[in-house]
């Protein structure tokens, strides 16, 4: 799903907006299995927690009366914070989700009474290290991430209710069981502390139906909730376009140009050569590859070049044209190696996985990379500006790129 | 806009550098291999500078004459919920490796680079920068019912304030330049 579209232009005659649904079954072994999930607007990411078909309509008319009403503080088009605050989840999708998880422990509803309910009675924002850092994470591929995280410091109140007081205690003791016994699976979900802190006396309210008795029992916790920080993240921007106006805004001076880095996308629109100029090293080569369908056509050519016009040397592997052009005097200044698309990534190392970005394929499902990496034992040297290390694509049937759906981020020297 | 914000350990973070010696080849190995780039779960940092300033008393006067400076110590300490070997490994070395080494091995050094910001105001930074660091101690607490901390005191050659001041559209301004009188 997903592949949200709110158009702004005024020509449009439709409007769209999708939301995805993601349901789950928690503890099958317990009866009884419930169904809960999240619902998400693939437009703004907002997120909301239900545990009742009905409560997937109430969500999505919520939110398109919203946006009907027009833009508000924090969707598109509102009040953009910068920095560090973009980072983390909306707190209240952290309480929602901390409730959410509690309420899966709450027993079934009986008959003509109120369900049982898991509600805050005060939270207050903790740390988890200064700044909220958790650490690094390196990615292979793309540097390292910063891990983050905070805490909620909490008191939960769980309400239940039954037919009679001995009803409603046993209840309430099933629940507490319930509770130590799932310690380690809380943990395991963010709660580091977790104590009963206090149980009320049954109460018979006779207003609600025939008579119900009610009881509650106070719980205080520490929930941690994780993320990772992207505002520091590598980028994969591979080009970007330029316009520059030197005597007036989009006069007849306006020149254009490209900045690259040593970065190149091939997709099937199009699959440029990654050149790297000297004076400059090459010391490492990584790859992204999502290929959804058979292995990539064509071929993939590693070259080096002194610029001196001499003819290259074809050689017939990877590692040999790495032992053969490596270092500041190579053995062989122009040489190159042509590979399948395969057999070239193979030869950078074992794939690994890489990170979900986009949808390429148009699927609905985030696209899956792969990861492949190599370091260089002796770094190719490029000494002058006329010596060049070059990674060309050739398609098949001489297309503009690869010869299917698929793309591919080629990067040197990595961060 | 002056630099007259406060802060707390929110907007703080704590990021070790290595520096291009044998001892910060060492540290840098222990850096990368643990991840700590950016140390994460620290719960208490402290530094401090000391002069050893002296007074000078003239006989016949009860106050003193002059304040003669005296050696500089900087000095530290930081805490951490223990998630791994890191830091021990940071004041070890190779002493801490899985396997014995043989000495002599060098102690790791490092620079440590205090930095507060608050994201509303991008521009404004403040930075301490502690060079050649090294850890004095470790301590480790294992409580039956709570969280396992670790604490270390770590000694520093110098210590340095590196304040930028920008504007609201962001981007990093040069650090806050002190107009010294010649001498």
Known sequence: ?415 | MALTEVFTGKHAALTLASEDTPEGADAKAVVDEFAIQTVGRLTDVRVTVDTALKEFYEVGRRHPVSLSPGDIAVHGTVGRAYVNGALLMLLQGRGSAPTAIAEPYVQPAFTITLRLADPARPGNSLTLEIGGVKFQNWSFTLPEDDFVLENLAFRALTIRVVDREGGDSGGEAAPTAVAFASE
Do not use: C
Request: charged share 20%; no cysteine; proline share 8%.
């Open chain 1, 1 to 415: 799903m997903g592949g949200a579209a709110m158009d702004d232009d005024a020509g449009d005659l439709v409007v769209a907006r999708s939301f995805v649904v993601r349901a789950m079954l928690e503890r099958p072994d317990v009866a009884p299995a419930r169904w809960h999930g999240f619902i998400t607007d693939a437009e703004t990411g907002e997120r909301h927690a239900w545990r009742r078909v009905a409560d997937i309509a109430r969500s999505v008319e919520a939110t398109l009366a919203a946006a009907a009403a027009g833009p508000r503080r924090g969707s598109p088009g509102g009040l953009r914070i910068r920095g560090a605050a973009m980072a983390g989840p909306a707190l209240t999708d952290v309480v929602t989700d901390m409730l959410t998880v509690l309420g899966l422990r709450l027993p079934a509803a009986a008959p003509a009474l109120p369900d049982p309910n898991v509600t805050l009675e005060r939270v207050q924002e903790k740390l988890v290290g200064l700044g909220n850092h958790r650490g690094d994470e390196p990615t292979g591929t793309l540097g390292t991430r910063t891990l983050r995280g905070g805490r909620l410091d909490a008191r939960v109140r769980f309400q239940l209710w039954a037919a009679s007081a001995p009803d409603v205690d046993a209840a309430m003791q099933l629940l507490h069981t319930t509770l130590l016994d799932d310690g380690a699976d809380l943990r395991q979900e963010g709660f580091l502390r977790f104590a009963a802190a206090g149980t009320t006396l049954a109460e018979h309210v006779p207003t609600v139906g025939a008579g119900a008795w009610r009881k509650a029992s106070s719980f205080d916790l520490l929930y941690e909730y994780q993320f990772v920080d992207a505002d520091d993240a590598a980028s994969l921007i591979a080009r970007l376009e330029v316009t520059t106006d030197p005597e007036v805004v989009a006069g007849p001076g306006r020149e254009r140009g490209s900045i690259v880095d040593e970065l190149a996308r091939w997709d099937d629109e199009g699959a440029p050569d990654l050149v790297v100029r000297g004076p400059a090293g090459v010391a490492r080569v990584s790859a992204l590859t999502f290929v959804p369908g058979p292995a990539l056509g064509g071929t993939v050519t590693f070259a080096r070049s002194s610029g001196t016009g001499a003819p290259a040397a074809h050689l017939p592997d990877l590692d040999a044209f790495w032992l053969a052009t490596a270092g500041a005097r190579p053995a062989q200044p122009d040489a190159d190696v042509t590979l399948t698309p395969a057999l070239a990534f193979a030869a950078l190392g074992p794939p690994a996985p890489g990170l979900e970005l986009g949808d390429w394929d148009a699927d609905a499902t985030p696209d899956a990379y792969t990861a492949f990496d190599r370091r260089l034992d002796d770094a190719l040297v490029l000494p002058t500006a006329a010596d060049r290390f070059t990674l060309t694509y050739t398609p098949p049937g001489g297309g503009a790129g690869l010869d299917q759906t698929a793309v591919v981020y080629l990067r040197v020297n990595p961060p």
